[in-house]
């Protein structure tokens, strides 16, 4: 079946402009991340899915960043009034619950976002 | 929050010579797992240890879980170009996995 797909995959945007990205699980996947990756570095974590709820937005770097999921699928990230240090590749994972403390589950990636402000 | 340490951030070896690396947290971990990102790619899962002191092993890749489930290590016998990419460990938080913050291996040929 398909993967985790992410569009678009290339993203160019002035600075002050508002983007959004979107993200298409796993069919069935319950459980939706977000995560940004900077040039050379690590995965930083954004923001989590159950279902339609995200029950934790503290990752989110500000309040210019936005995230939804309508249906327990597609899921969009927005970022408002974009700056050049949002510039990364951001990638979504699904998986088929959410990871805790009793039980973790293999993470399925996309092949991200490239987004870059000018 | 959870945080997993790496360690080397970066590795250069030669075609043939092993490759280990490291990862350490300061709490008892759940579980923890192992990713793979290729150059230019998106991260990709290759293990899940559970058990205290479990050792598994895929190939010329050799994952262990430390007896106090404190640390992980990931092991490359005889590396190969198609080893290049950088590794993350990724531990079990309260709802989320924590990833560490990758070694990036380089072989050279």
């Known amino acids: 079946g398909a993967g985790v797909s992410q569009s678009p995959s290339n993203k160019v945007t002035e600075k002050g402009k508002d983007v959004e990205l979107r993200c298409d699980p796993i069919?069935?996947?319950?459980?939706l991340y977000w995560y940004r990756q900077s040039l050379g570095q690590g995965l930083e974590f954004l923001i989590y899915?159950?279902?339609?709820?995200?029950?934790?937005k503290s990752g989110l770097p500000s309040d210019r960043f936005s995230a939804e999921r309508t249906g327990g699928s597609v899921s969009t990230l927005t970022i408002q009034r974009t700056q050049q240090e949002d510039s990364a590749v951001y990638l979504c994972?699904?998986?088929?619950?959410?990871?805790?403390?009793?039980?973790?589950?293999?993470?399925?990636f996309g092949p991200g976002t490239r987004l870059t402000v000018t | 929050g959870q945080q997993v340490m790496q360690i080397p951030q970066y590795q250069h070896v030669q075609e043939g010579e092993d490759f280990t690396t490291y990862c350490n947290s300061s709490?008892?971990?759940?579980?923890i797992q192992w990713y793979k990102q290729r150059p230019g790619g998106h991260p990709v899962f290759l293990i899940q240890?559970?058990?205290?002191?479990e050792v598994k092993k895929q190939k010329r890749l050799t994952f262990q879980f430390g007896e106090a489930k404190k640390n992980s290590s990931l092991h490359i016998t005889a590396t190969q170009t198609t080893d290049v990419g950088t590794y993350f460990c990724?531990?079990?938080?309260?709802?989320?996995?924590?990833f560490g913050t990758g070694t990036r291996l380089t072989v050279i040929p």
């Open positions: 709490t008892t971990l759940s579980n």
């Open positions: 240890l559970v058990k205290s002191g």
């Open positions: 990724a531990a079990t938080g309260a709802n989320n996995l924590f």
């Open positions: 994972a699904s998986s088929l619950e959410v990871s805790g403390r009793s039980s973790s589950y293999e993470q399925y």
């Open positions: 069919s069935g996947h319950t459980a």
């Open positions: 899915f159950q279902g339609n709820s995200a029950p934790d």
